[in-house]
């Protein structure tokens, strides 16, 4: 199984509402990262998880908080969003983490907060 | 940063023409990817290519690699409608945090019929 699933797909809040994307893998992967991306643009790193420790933190925001409670899954929690944090996040895994292995997305949670 | 610039933004080409898009970047690396997406969908790796290699193929895909002019391309021969997407490099730094890629700006090629 090469599948990097994703859920939801689609996820309308409310700037006060908490919500989570959950993310999972199951090809044996010890490196999984989110990403996010605006329409039209590259997706860009918000962390890196390592055999389950944080390993990076591109200096996201505390509104975004995420957990991986084992080596197959991989949340993003949500809370107190801005409007500009709409956008497409994706998630990815990898053998190992580092720049020498390739990436499996998922199709990724498409973020509405209104 | 790292980021790619990536030219041309966009291309439209017809089918069975060949595509090629342009990568360059800022610092040194060891290693350069290249991914598709189309639209609004997750991305698929195409092609790895490390800073000691200047050439790789991949069935209708081949990539080069210039270190000394810090630039990459990607070929895409005898495209297919199917081919409509848009390509990103993806670069480490060797400056920086080796775990981490940064994309490139993209280009979004159309493969009409």
């Known amino acids: 199984d090469t599948e990097v699933t994703q859920t939801p797909k689609h996820l309308v809040m409310g700037m006060t509402n908490k919500k989570s994307l959950k993310c999972e893998q199951h090809m044996g992967h010890r490196a999984m990262y989110w990403y996010k991306q605006k329409a039209k643009k590259p997706p860009e790193l918000m962390f890196v998880?390592?055999?389950?420790?944080?390993?990076i933190n591109e200096s996201v925001p505390s509104r975004f908080s995420p957990e991986c409670p084992n080596s197959s899954l991989l949340n993003l929690h949500l809370h107190a969003l801005q409007p500009e944090d709409s956008a497409l996040y994706l998630c990815?895994?990898?053998?190992?983490?580092?720049?020498?292995?390739?990436?499996?997305f998922g199709p990724g949670t498409r973020l509405t907060v209104t | 940063s790292q980021q790619g610039e990536e030219d041309p933004q966009a291309l439209s080409i017809q089918e069975g023409e060949n595509a090629t898009m342009n990568c360059s970047y800022k610092?040194?690396?060891?290693?350069l990817q290249w991914y598709r997406q189309n639209s609004g969908r997750g991305l698929v790796h195409l092609i790895l290519?490390?800073?000691?290699?200047r050439e790789k193929h991949s069935g209708r895909l081949r990539v080069t690699l210039d270190t000394s002019k810090k630039s990459s391309s990607l070929l895409i021969t005898a495209s297919r409608a199917a081919d409509t997407a848009s390509y990103f490099c993806?670069?480490?730094?060797?400056?920086?945090?080796?775990?981490?890629?940064?994309f490139g700006t993209g280009t979004r090629l159309q493969v009409t019929l």
């Open positions: 610092t040194s690396i060891n290693n």
């Open positions: 998880y390592s055999y389950e420790k944080l390993s």
């Open positions: 993806a670069t480490d730094d060797v400056t920086g945090t080796a775990s981490k890629l940064t």
């Open positions: 990815a895994s990898s053998p190992q983490a580092g720049t020498s292995y390739e990436q499996y």
């Open positions: 290519i490390r800073s000691n290699e």
